[in-house]
């Protein structure tokens, strides 16, 4: 992003008043009066100005944190980083293993039931 430079100092092209400048006669007086006029006029749009690009650059501001914010949650997604769910799902699987285990071991000891009743 680039903003353009505003220069104020006395003699610039906005303040076009020199830091030199005397009034000594009247008609050196209308002018001067002249240059503070339009010096004045040019510092209020050079203000103005100053005022848009302070808001360009706190748009811009917003603009990148929100980009950071996305760019942060869809690192996140990719790599998974939802220790929560991941950790439920584990205990979900032993669980489920567990069980496994378990209805194998009285599938396997019902035939010696069976036997045990015809002895």
Not at 65 to 94: C, V
Request: glycine content about 6%; aromatic content about 0%.
């Amino acid at each position: 992003m680039t903003l353009p430079l505003a220069n104020l100092s006395l003699g610039g092209s906005i303040i076009t008043l020199a830091s030199t400048a005397s009034i000594t006669t009247t008609s050196a007086a209308s002018a001067m009066m002249a240059q503070i006029d339009a010096s004045i006029a040019n510092v209020t749009s050079a203000m103005s100005s100053i005022g848009d690009q302070a808001k360009l650059i706190s748009s811009h501001e917003q603009l990148v944190s929100a980009l950071s914010s996305s760019l942060l949650s869809g690192i996140n997604d990719l790599t998974g980083n939802d220790a929560a769910a991941d950790s439920a799902r584990l205990k979900a699987l032993q669980i489920q293993q567990q069980i496994g285990e378990q209805a194998l071991s009285i599938a396997n000891s019902m035939p010696q039931t069976l036997l045990a009743l015809f002895k």
